[in-house]
């Protein structure tokens, strides 16, 4: 992938979910928490997920990222169909082709920051590319933290750490579960802007799941999802065209 | 806040659980030791009183004092004196009791039971009350026996069979007339006894009409006490004792409740020993506990509660732990107390029926125990839970394990430690029981001070293990750091290991040196092919030596001859033997003189010869026991040992003025060495006799490794009650870090470590905790076995360190096996941990 020419990239998809449902419990206590949801995550492209608390969001994260199991539907990465996989196979992929980042608990507190970076590389026993390690370390700006343990680190410093890690193994497609959550906002702001650095100049595929609307704004695309379904999309979107969309789904929950 | 204490048990009932087992595992040990030795004391002392049903008074010879030269002058109990007895008004009728050792030989012609337990006795007349018969009559005459029913039952043996059995001399062969059942306590242990008529007894135990004991039976109506003053009159002062039987079975009582106390303190200790490893599991749990909610207790104080109420929360939590373990532990020792007698008496030891003793006092000290132990070790951890400040509650992060300072407990550590090695160092430097007291006082000081250093020493021996945890990859490397992440909570667990391993590496260092001193003094300097004794270790009868001397295919013999002389006023034993061929078969190295034996040369050992300040060329003058002078030369001064030792005197020299020479061994050495033919000869030529014993040198270390290794399982098996408690431990350590951990295993976990791969990282921690703790134990058990070796080595002189390498091999291979199987549940948790659940931001 990472040979292909940037234009390809843009139109071929990273990741793609069909009619992909998540159930909860039988009878009385069922719960929808996906809705056949059909989404693609385009290569090079940086996309949020917004929706209420409760609107399945996470869920849908979770799904397309193999850290969870679905009900029906179908999940590829790649050309990988995750349905049919094994924990085994599903930890594998992980490992090789998805970069993840938390809103907390992202690095281990017994490694030192570089260790944690290539910690996935680690765990497959690959070697790290040299060269290509160095450019991420000096995108996010950790040159001269790299000995330090995470308790040494600020909370911005280690987010950096946790962006850094995710794009050490040059993963198909990162995943971020509300990064920059319990980040001040100008360390949020430093972070996002990595992550769009990412795509933008390395062709990086990114996917976030946020309910800021100022993070949602870095993105190339915003998704929006309520009661487990996706209800509407934005291209290019600003702090406050999300807002506005926020703000009219509000009214219509209440109203309708 | 009681009620918060007990929410917060019902809360955490799994996490809790190993250490209520481990409390459990404790009170169970103390209250088992006290069932098992209350209901054995209360069973035997029972069948004790039985035993003296039959007894009144009993009259035995009153004993001169042992001092004096003159041998033979203890008064007999004649008929005469039996007839008297019988006599008195009181009297309803009396009987006269002889025995002594009796040897019996199985279908195999091996000896029944191990020589000190094979005893022979006589029957009284054609009905004796002491023996009940189950089958056949009284024996008649040599040619008839009785057995008892356990032989009988061992050995196959049935009424009208022919056995051969031997007392001292000849092997005889006479026919089962009978069997009968006894109480007789060495019975019950697995030996046996023989009873013949009471004539043949008396002529077999070499006391012809006379009696060991007579036991007079008192008419109806007529009291012990009154019976014994009208023996007491009727019979020659000074001459006999006259003891009642209520006497005999209450000096029998204390005496079995002395050795019960004494097995008692020995199982409470090994109890307590649990009990202390114990302590630093709850003490471990409760600190976990307490730091997993510092929020909880930080509000708690934010809304009001004071510091002792903070305490007291944890304290009645554990109480109520406490209290629940010592319950079911005392369950459990009431079980275990039950267990112990069935399985003794599975392994051939019957123990006297009695209903399950169950007194107060266990009851009482199993609670007190379990309660009081688990509320000890939870005292620190809570009153740390008080310091916690009110402000924690507001902090949205988890608060970090304080990294408090290790330096004050370093320097205390090195103090007590530098102290220990100080105090067990200069104790070796002491004499033997001088030395005992520093000794363990300096051990004592040494494990507190080692304990108190762990977190110190687990970096760098932890970190020892890198490269080879380095091989597994990540999960090597987590598991490393994990291991040292928190050095007090793994200080706690491996110390816990640590401690038994300690006892278990020390006992068998100084097993292993002791059975090899042992060994050396007790076949050292031999070169005959083999040492001929009585099973019972009594003297062998002379014919012995002499057909040994004309069997078949024997080069060489010379007894081991005993005879009593004075020699500068003071009593000395001469050992006999036979000059000429003593060099073959002994091996001694002569320090001075020549080894040369025969006419008036003799030699001697050099501590006598210290002792009488002789040198090679020195004489001095012997008087035999039949009042005759010699002067003997000391031809040269010998090595001496345990076995052979003393003035060494040819045979020939001594046998005009012994009357009835007795041989405590033959040696003898065979044309063929040693071989099964070779023995199999010296046996047919000894008349296939069951008491006597042929050995090789091998034989004799044989049966000493035995008696070690019985020594040495046993404690094994008591100090592994201490290592299923630590193995406790470590997956209580385990599972509360596995717990601790969630979030970072998930987030390995979506980063990509396969489940293997967590499994494989709990497990290594594991391992090296284990290891860790094995080391410490191992090396420290060293020391001690070292230094408690150098105290024995001041009375054996022979004594030497051996380190039983393939045996500390094996017990680092435990402490590795303990740390997998720990593990299992931990490893199988973190697997199937909900990784969602795990990288949940709270």
């Given amino acids: ?256 | 806040m009681f009620r918060t204490a007990l929410r917060n048990v019902f809360a955490h009932k799994a996490r809790l659980l190993m250490t209520v087992l481990a409390v459990m595992l404790g009170v169970a040990f103390v209250s088992g030791s006290l069932v098992f030795t209350n209901t054995l004391s209360d069973a035997l002392q029972n069948s004790s009183a039985k035993g003296f049903a039959h007894v009144d008074v009993a009259v035995r010879a009153s004993y001169q004092d042992a001092e004096g030269d003159k041998v033979g002058t203890v008064p007999e109990l004649t008929q005469a004196v039996l007839d008297d007895s019988a006599r008195v008004p009181g009297a309803e009728s009396a009987l006269g009791v002889v025995g002594g050792f009796t040897a019996i030989a199985d279908r195999d012609g091996k000896l029944i039971g191990d020589g000190f337990s094979t005893l022979g006795g006589n029957y009284w007349g054609t009905e004796d009350p002491r023996y009940p018969l189950v089958a056949g009559k009284a024996p008649r005459g040599e040619g008839e026996i009785l057995i008892d029913s356990r032989t009988a039952e061992h050995s196959g043996y049935t009424v009208g069979d022919t056995v051969r059995l031997s007392v001292n001399g000849p092997v005889l062969t006479p026919r089962i007339a009978g069997v009968f059942t006894t109480d007789d306590g060495t019975v019950a242990a697995g030996g046996s006894l023989a009873l013949f008529d009471t004539p043949t007894a008396q002529k077999l135990f070499g006391k012809p009409g006379t009696f060991d004991e007579i036991d007079v039976k008192a008419k109806p109506g007529v009291s012990e006490a009154a019976l014994k003053k009208q023996l007491d009159e009727a019979l020659p002062k000074g001459l006999v004792e006259t003891t009642t039987g209520g006497e005999l079975a209450s000096v029998q009582a204390e005496m079995i409740a002395a050795s019960m106390s004494g097995m008692k303190q020995g199982l409470l200790v090994f109890a307590g020993i649990a009990l202390f490893v114990g302590t630093f599991i709850i003490a471990n749990t409760f600190t976990m506990l307490v730091a997993q909610r510092t929020k909880e207790l930080a509000l708690m104080r934010a809304v009001g509660a004071s510091r002792r109420q903070v305490t007291r929360s944890v304290l009645i939590e554990a109480f109520a732990v406490g209290a629940v373990a010592a319950v079911t532990g005392l369950a459990a020792g009431v079980g275990i107390g039950a267990l112990l007698r069935s399985l003794m008496n599975a392994m051939g030891a019957t123990m006297p029926d009695g209903p399950l003793v169950v007194t107060w006092q266990t009851v009482a000290a199993a609670l007190a125990v379990g309660i009081l132990i688990t509320m000890l070790a939870a005292w620190l951890p809570g009153r740390r839970a008080a310091k916690i400040p009110p402000v924690a509650a507001m902090s949205s992060v988890h608060a970090a394990a304080t990294a408090k300072s290790l330096v004050v407990r370093n320097v205390l550590g090195a103090l007590f430690t530098g102290a220990g090695i100080a105090v067990v160092l200069a104790a070796t430097t002491m004499d033997g029981s001088d030395g005992q007291a520093p000794m363990a006082l300096g051990a004592v000081l040494l494990i507190i001070g080692v304990f108190i250093l762990t977190p110190l020493l687990s970096r760098p021996l932890i970190a020892a293990a890198g490269p080879v945890l380095r091989v597994f990859g990540v999960a090597g490397k987590l598991a490393r750091q994990n291991a040292v992440r928190n050095p007090r909570r793994t200080a706690a667990t491996a110390s816990a290991l640590m401690i038994g391993l300690t006892l278990i590496t020390g006992m068998t260092v100084m097993a292993s040196s002791l059975q090899t001193s042992i060994d050396k003094m007790a076949s050292a300097a031999i070169k005959a092919d083999y040492v001929v004794s009585m099973a019972n270790g009594n003297d062998l009868s002379p014919d012995v030596g002499e057909k040994l001397r004309t069997a078949e295919g024997v080069t060489a013999t010379s007894p081991l001859r005993n005879a009593a002389s004075r020699i500068d006023e003071r009593t000395e034993y001469l050992t006999g033997v036979n000059g000429s061929v003593f060099g073959e078969l002994t091996d001694l190295a002569v320090a001075d003189g020549a080894f040369r034996i025969g006419g008036t040369d003799v030699i001697v050992d050099e501590d006598t010869a210290k002792e009488h300040d002789w040198r090679a060329g020195s004489s001095f003058t012997a008087a035999y026991g039949d009042g005759e002078k010699q002067r003997l030369t000391v031809a040269g001064v010998y090595e001496g040992n345990d076995m052979l030792r003393g003035i060494m005197v040819d045979n020939a020299t001594l046998a005009p003025h012994v009357s009835e020479p007795s041989d405590m061994l033959v040696l003898v050495k065979t044309a063929a060495g040693t071989s099964d033919a070779a023995r199999d000869g010296l046996r047919e030529a000894l008349g296939t006799n069951p008491a006597i014993k042929i050995q090789t040198k091998k034989d004799i270390s044989e049966e000493i490794a035995q008696i070690f290794t019985l020594l040495l399982n046993m404690l094994y098996g008591l100090l592994a009650m201490a290592v299923i408690v630590a193995v406790l431990g470590v997956i209580n350590t385990l599972a509360m870090s596995v717990f601790e951990r969630s979030q970072e295993i998930g987030m390995l976990r979506a980063v990509g470590l396969d489940r293997r791969g967590v499994k494989r990282m709990v497990r290594l921690e594991s391992l090296v905790i284990s290891l860790f703790g094995g080391v410490l134990g191992i090396g420290l058990g060293v020391f001690f076995g070292w230094a408690a070796g150098e105290l024995m080595g001041t009375a054996i002189p022979t004594y030497e360190l051996v380190l039983p390498w393939d045996r500390m091999a094996l017990f680092l291979l435990l402490a590795a096996v303990v740390g997998i199987l720990a593990a299992l549940w931990p490893a199988r948790r973190a697997a199937r941990l909900n990784m969602l659940e795990a990288i949940k931001a709270e």
Avoid at chain 1, 42 to 60: C, H, N, V
Avoid at chain 1, 65 to 76: E, H, P, Q
Avoid at chain 1, 150 to 160: A, H, I, K, V
């Fill in chain 1, 1 to 256: 992938m990472t040979t292909a020419s940037l234009a390809d990239r843009s139109t071929t998809v990273a990741a793609r979910a069909t009619e992909l449902s998540k159930i909860y419990g039988q009878g009385e206590t069922r719960v929808v928490a996906l809705d056949q949801v059909s989404v693609d995550f385009r290569q090079a492209e940086f996309t949020a997920i917004m929706g209420p608390s409760g609107s399945g969001k996470s869920t849908l994260m979770h799904c397309v990222a193999g850290l969870d199991t679905f009900s029906s539907g179908s999940v590829r990465i790649g050309e990988t169909e995750l349905g049919s996989l094994k924990d085994k196979q599903l930890t594998k992929l992980r490992r090789d082709k998805i970069g993840f980042i938390f809103q907390a608990f992202n690095l281990l507190p017994t490694l030192t920051a570089l260790e944690n970076i290539t910690l996935p590389m680690d765990i497959a026993g690959r070697k790290p590319d040299r060269e290509w390690l160095d450019s991420v370390i000096g995108m996010v700006g950790l040159a001269d933290r790299l000995g330090h343990r995470p308790s040494q680190l600020s909370g911005g410093q280690q987010q950096r750490v946790a962006v850094a890690r995710a794009l050490a193994s040059r993963p198909e497609i990162i995943f971020g579960d509300e990064p920059t959550g319990n980040l001040d906002s100008r360390s949020g702001a430093e972070v996002l802007g990595f992550l769009r650095n990412s795509v933008r100049e390395m062709g990086q595929t990114v996917v976030m799941v946020t309910h800021d609307p100022v993070a949602a704004a870095y993105a190339d695309r915003v998704v929006f999802l309520a009661d487990g379904r996706i209800v509407d999309e934005v291209h290019a979107p600003t702090a406050d065209s999300v807002l506005d969309r926020m703000k009219r789904f509000d009214a219509k929950g209440r109203t309708s």
